[in-house]
Nanobody, 121 residues
Framework: QVQLVESGGGLVQAGGSLRLSCTAS????????MGWYRQAPGKQRELVAT????????NYADSVKGRFTISRNNVKNTVYLQMNSLKPEDTAVYYC??????????????WGQGTQVTVSS
């Protein structure tokens, strides 16, 4: 079982920055791909960014490319999302995700509780 805890959300003005953190309850060396998703009121949850186990491969939604950066520090069991040039459209609850463990064929998907990001104009 993997537990994920997000932090770093808050209220920021348009053009500002926030850094989200997600800490896992197990060694991140044993977690394969991790990522960030977000869900705005009345909308479906959408992918924001993902990162491979080693951090060598990343993927971003078109809407955040050039503004957001995902990274991970497996020693600290933590994945980060640096969010720059924030827009009101980025307002959502942001969720941390881990798809599974490296030593298991199962990919159940693990989710954090979410952290609110609100961008004012």
């Amino acid at each position: 079982q993997v537990q994920l805890v997000e932090s770093g959300g808050g209220l920021v003005q348009a053009g500002g920055s926030l850094r989200l953190s997600c800490t896992a309850s197990v060694s991140a060396f044993n977690i394969n791909r991790m990522g960030w998703y977000r869900q705005a009121p009345g909308k479906q949850r959408e992918l924001v960014a993902t990162i491979s186990n080693s951090g060598s491969s990343t993927n971003y939604a078109d809407s955040v490319k050039g503004r957001f950066t995902i990274s991970r520090n497996n020693v600290k069991n933590t994945v980060y999302l640096q969010m720059n040039s924030l827009k009101p459209e980025d307002t959502a609850v942001y969720y941390c995700n881990a798809d599974g463990l490296t030593y298991s064929r199962d990919r159940p998907g693990y989710w954090g509780q979410g952290t609110q990001v609100t961008v004012s104009s």
